[in-house]
């Protein structure tokens, strides 16, 4: 099995937001930045896939030299190399343009599975693995909490996932290899790189890729601002049991909810 | 024209589906709007939507669509799209549309603007406000290029009641012509994992609790809350990760938005992926004993107290009438 994992270098959760002059997207230099989670889970499945299959786990991002620090990282945990599409202007890049940027490259490589997380922590599209899936022309399923490989790819090889739908239904859906799914998170328990895997990713390759040519944005960023609040919160005071009347009664004549 | 795409499951329609309608309403401006419902058998969601005040409502038949897949789904609206050459095609931004409506959008190799939670201006020139950094910033966006341009809108970012009703539009079949061949995908019959699931999209009121109910043995106190209210319990993200209660019922991150008539938050401090979830409730009530919490900024009515005090009254003063 040839796997592939899209990984996302996103900033950390603690990160306060600060921007730039013209408030059109982050001050960069103030960000500290980490693995977009739900790709750490999509790399966790694919390593406990080879583990299972045999063959190799490719990682594979956009960005500038920045995202080497989340590569690096997806190597010291076990993957075998990465392409990386390295490129300053892709920095903001939507999810069309990741996907564009990504696809020639991966399609040369032939994987027989792709995996990504199912949207990122930044931009939040939830769009890349499914354009990405349309570029490579092969099919797809989102939202993966759990993945079955049946045979062989190219001899009518194919992967049963179990899909999470909304209200708390699943589905398993069966489709042919070479496929791409999207990975939710808490599908498996991390593992974290040891000092062994540290040192042995310094030896592994790093492929420099490119940008394809032509590329465009899809959607322009016209501003970024801190959301506004929308409501007037009426604070009910008075003891327990003059709070609760009054807000029974607030709920029943005002609201009228109850 | 906009072209709304709803979403219905076993011809039942997903209520985020009106949702989407007012959103089209809102960004309309002189643009007529027409629903199409793709399935295999929809006439009665179609007829359910004629009532919506649109031009014209599209029953989307195949036996090929009976159940849904993404490859089924893109042939079938893509047709429809090329066909029709609508400004903006507006979907609901559930699961579902996550599956199809980016493949569709890069096979016509145009524009999706997701998870929009509101809407600057009306028709060609509008602009779509939506979150980015798990809501820390919004962003107001404007789609490149010639279009159709997709747009998907957050549930609970628009309200269903405000569509505005007229009329009975036109309800026609549209004539499909699908490759089953190219439907790579074979679900299997959808299934809930715990006995007593709960869709807690479809619930009216939530009363949801976090860290403050503090063990589960006290559990039973926001139960009575929400048998008191009529309410499903739902819980934040911790109380689920504790095993405490199911996940099914658990708001917000890789959880479940909702958007009810009553939303209770019983001792949850409002992290930002919990508040994503919730904030699109029409009224929410907010009981946490740090005055400081997120969740107040969201709340409609607040009460700075213990909960273990509040929540018995509240449940005395409910059981009085």
Known sequence: MKIAVCIKQVPTREWQPRLTDDKTWIREQDASWEMNEPDAYALEEALRLREKHGGEVVVCSVGPSRVQQVIREALARGADRALHVEDNGLANADAFLVADALAPAMAEERFDLVLTGLQSDDQGHAQMGVVLAERLDIPHSTIIMDVEIIGESGQGGRVRVKRELEGGWFQWITMPLPALLTIQSGINQLRYATLK?????????????????????SQQILSLALPTKAKQTQMITGSAGEAARELVRRLREEARVL | MILVVAEQRDGRLNRATWETIAAAQSLSGSLPITIVVPGA???????ELAGAGVA???AAEHPALAQYTPDGWTQALQAIVEQRSPTFVLLPHTYQTRDFAPKLAARLRTPLITDVIAINGSGAHATFARPMFQGKLVADVRPQGDGPFFVSIQVGAYRADAVQKSGTAPVSKVDLVIDESAIRQRPEAPFQEARHAVDLGQAERIVAVGRGIKGQEHLPLAEKLAKAMGAELAASRPICDSGWLPMERQIGSSGQTVAPKLYVALGISGAIQHLVGMKGSRTIVAINKDAEAPIFEVADYGIVGDLFELTPAIVAELEKT
């Open chain 1, 197 to 217: 895997g540290i040192m042995a990713a310094k030896k592994k390759e790093i492929r420099k890729v490119a940008v394809p040519a032509g590329l465009r944005p």
């Open chain 2, 41 to 47: 058998s929809v006439a009665g969601v179609a007829e």
């Open chain 2, 56 to 58: 014209e409502v599209l």
